[in-house]
């Protein structure tokens, strides 16, 4: 009891006084747009209603919630055609109440199916229990009925999740593959759209952040063909599951030409995990270590417009799934197993903060304040009022065009502009910043 008491005083004190922040991380990150969040489980559920320490984290620390366990298959529908919502109508009920969204993890998986889908296959090869049309229609079925049910109410599925193999980036042997064929994941999407038009859907995979790796390379180049086919995408999930050092070049890379195809994504898995001999032998400098990755991945988010979900697989070191399966690792979360922050939380607070502090600005319309007027060779900006600085930036942040004017009008030479999508950013006499893609 004593021990409880101490925790909360020393959780409340340090979340509204962490160094010169007044305000812990969801605060900052609403303010720069960005979803922060974590995935809950077994915990969650059984304390949330007694606001202890764990709840008040969850609650002043985060904007998005993601059942760890309690959305996948074999939790949502047990027994064939029979829906188990209790748990999730839960989270997403207390996520609402605390003014947080929830991710939907997930609808189509090969791993957590419950026996009755699992008797499709002996020794992993398919056994003929299901047939093509059968195994397709209990799919179909299982993503309209949750889909249906959570309308409205769930803004992001990871409607697929690791179709890849891990040898050769080739289509995973699942049951859905192997039943139904390779088409059954352009038809998770297409039956996810239909059921609830306006949620973004996503494949999340892991081992598939960095440009350049063969099953990052083999997942692009499968959503590119997706998105030729117009199957309805919203973006690719990068799990980022990482040990140290975290490839963040690779990562920028591989999220810009994501960028190009018109797609987002989501960090929706992220822990980073610590050797234990290294966290044993030197404490500070493994967690200073491990908090420069945590900032590397969040100036990803930061930086890059179509990517601005940060999700971390649980958030205390005390309920990981790391140290039971990855042997020899742990400390791989933002809390510590007694629940205090750790180094790569207050890093990650400090990057948002700084940036919620930049100059406010606007994305505008196309209304009277500025206009872009395209041709194959430039653009013209026109802006009612009196521009000081016009600038262009490409999504890796690097400016590539900047004028200091006094005028309402410029034009741009976009002869070397690569095709794709830029910022414009345009700093009025009167000190307003307004910014536009085009
Ligand atoms: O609920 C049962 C409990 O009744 C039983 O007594 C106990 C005995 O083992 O098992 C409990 O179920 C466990 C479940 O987690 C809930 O704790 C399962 O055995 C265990 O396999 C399961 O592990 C989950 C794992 O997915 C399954 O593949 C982890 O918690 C969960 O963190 C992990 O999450 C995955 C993502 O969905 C996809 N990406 C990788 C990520 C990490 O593996």
Redesign the pocket.
């Known amino acids: 009891m004593k021990k409880n008491i101490f925790l909360l005083a020393f959780v409340f004190s340090s979340l509204f006084s962490f160094g010169q922040w007044t305000q812990s991380l969801s605060y900052y990150a609403n303010k720069c747009k960005i979803k922060i969040g974590s995935?809950v489980?077994?915990p969650y559920f059984t304390n949330y209603d007694t606001r202890t320490t764990f709840d008040m984290i969850v609650k002043n620390n985060f904007n998005m919630l993601v059942a760890?366990?309690d959305m996948?298959y074999n939790a949502m529908e047990p027994t064939k055609g029979s829906f188990f919502f209790t748990t999730a109508d839960k989270l997403v009920t207390n996520a609402y109440n605390d003014g947080m969204t929830v991710r939907g993890?997930?609808l189509c998986?090969h791993?957590?199916l419950p026996s009755w889908v699992n008797a499709g296959l002996t020794n992993g090869i398919a056994n003929g229990v299901f047939t093509r049309a059968t195994l397709m229609a209990v799919l179909k079925n299982h993503i309209t009925t949750i889909m249906t049910h959570y309308k409205g109410l769930v803004p992001q599925w990871?409607v697929l999740?690791?179709p890849f193999s891990d040898s050769n980036g080739a289509l995973r042997n699942s049951i859905w593959q192997q039943v139904i064929g390779n088409d059954y994941i352009d038809s998770v999407f297409v039956w996810a759209h239909r059921a609830d038009p306006a949620a973004k859907l996503y494949l999340?995979?892991?081992s598939v952040e960095r440009m350049g790796s063969t099953k990052g390379d083999a997942m692009f180049n499968y959503i590119k063909g997706m998105v030729d086919r117009n199957i309805p995408i919203t973006g690719a999930g990068f799990?980022c599951?990482f040990g140290m050092p975290v490839d963040s070049t690779a990562m920028d890379k591989n999220i810009n030409r994501y960028a190009a195809i018109g797609l987002e994504v989501v960090f929706?898995?992220i822990d980073v995990r610590i050797l234990i001999t290294d966290y044993d032998k030197n404490k500070a400098a493994q967690l200073a270590l491990q908090a420069d990755n945590y900032r590397k991945l969040i100036h990803l988010c930061l930086e890059n417009p179509n990517c601005k979900t940060f999700i971390t697989?649980?958030f205390t070191d005390l309920y990981?799934?790391i140290p039971?399966?990855m042997a020899g690792y742990d400390h791989a979360l933002l809390f510590d197993k007694n629940l205090a922050p750790k180094p790569a939380y207050f890093t990650i607070l400090n990057e948002l903060a700084l940036e919620s502090q930049k100059t406010a600005v606007e994305d505008v319309k196309d209304d009277d304040i500025l206009k872009i007027q395209k041709s194959d060779e430039r653009i013209v900006v026109l802006s009612a009022n009196i521009m000081s600085r016009c600038q262009v930036y490409d999504l890796q942040g690097k400016c590539i065009f900047t004028s200091d004017i006094n005028r309402n009008e410029i034009e741009i030479p976009t002869n070397n502009f690569r095709k794709g999508i830029y910022i414009l950013k345009v700093q009025l006499e009167n000190g307003k910043v307004l910014m536009k893609k085009f």
Do not use: C, F
């Open positions: 995935a489980g077994g760890e366990n996948k993890h997930t998986w791993s957590q990871d999740n690791e999340n995979d892991y799990q599951h929706t898995e697989w649980g990981s799934w039971s399966s």
